[in-house]
Antibody
Framework: QVQLQESGPGLVKASETLSLTCTVS????????WSWIRQPPGKGLEWIAY???????NYNPSLGSRVTISVDPSRNQFSLKVRSVTAADTAVYYC?????????????????WGPGKLVTVSS | SFDLTQPPSVSVSPGQTARITCSGD??????AYWYQQKPGQAPVLLIY???ERPSGIPERFSGSSSGTTVTLTISGVQAEDEADYYC??????????FGSGTTVTVL
């Protein structure tokens, strides 16, 4: 059974860079896309970005150029960097596996999630 | 980008039927998906492609679509169904959006 696990610092200072890594326990990264999703305390889910094993990626326009997602298929890992963080970036960050196809309409959803990593931005 | 609108809360008695709606102008052109999230846990996929149910998801969860609204129906609600529920969709450019979430309370 494939599992995802987030890792990285749980505390980041304001104006610095948040860095997280997701490790995929087994299997190939080729069939799916790989995504980061976050959830501020007491709030809803926000999609951040996704990446394919080729390195092709896409980002939530609302986060602008502060975010970079990358993949290392040789290590079964993908990573997230968020630059110039503020208190608004405090959230539980989830990594997730996505399935994508086109069946008359775009089809893309998240079928496997990591347990989540709480990242707090301190002043 | 596009928006998905959900009611903040739905209350239902055990054994009754709960219906959670998700509305968005883009939904006729895009599939919708549903996730269940219990406190302190990661979301779990309940419904994909509007009405398909992944293996392991109980049959009491079903999805439907009509125009700009998709609906998650929980038939015969159980106490364990008390959770937050989110709809999600993806546009042709690959942008993913979640609805604001609906808290289901079992009375």
């Amino acid at each position: 059974q494939v599992q995802l696990q987030e890792s990285g610092p749980g505390l980041v200072k304001a104006s610095e860079t948040l860095s997280l890594t997701c490790t995929v326990s087994s299997g190939s990264m080729k069939t799916y896309f790989w995504s980061w999703i976050r959830q501020p305390p007491g709030k809803g889910l926000e999609w951040i970005a996704y990446v394919f094993y080729t390195g092709s990626s896409n980002y939530n326009p609302s986060l602008g150029s502060r975010v970079t997602i990358s993949v290392d298929p040789s290590r079964n890992q993908f990573s997230l960097k968020v630059r110039s963080v503020t208190a608004a970036d405090t959230a539980v960050y989830y990594c997730a596996r996505g399935f994508r196809s086109y069946e008359g309409r775009p089809n893309g959803y998240f079928d496997l999630w990591g347990p989540g990593k709480l990242v707090t931005v301190s002043s | 980008s596009f928006d998905l609108t959900q009611p903040p809360s739905v209350s239902v008695s055990p054994g009754q039927t709960a219906r959670i709606t998700c509305s968005g102008d883009a939904l006729p052109q895009q599939f919708a998906y549903w996730y269940q999230q219990k406190p302190g846990q990661a979301p779990v996929l309940l419904i994909y492609k509007d009405s398909e149910r992944p293996s392991g998801i109980p049959e009491r969860f079903s999805g439907s679509s009509s125009g700009t609204t998709v609906t998650l129906t929980i038939s015969g609600v159980q106490a364990e169904d008390e959770a937050d529920y989110y709809c999600q969709s993806q546009d042709v450019g690959g942008t993913h959006v979640f609805g604001s979430g609906t808290t289901v309370t079992v009375l």
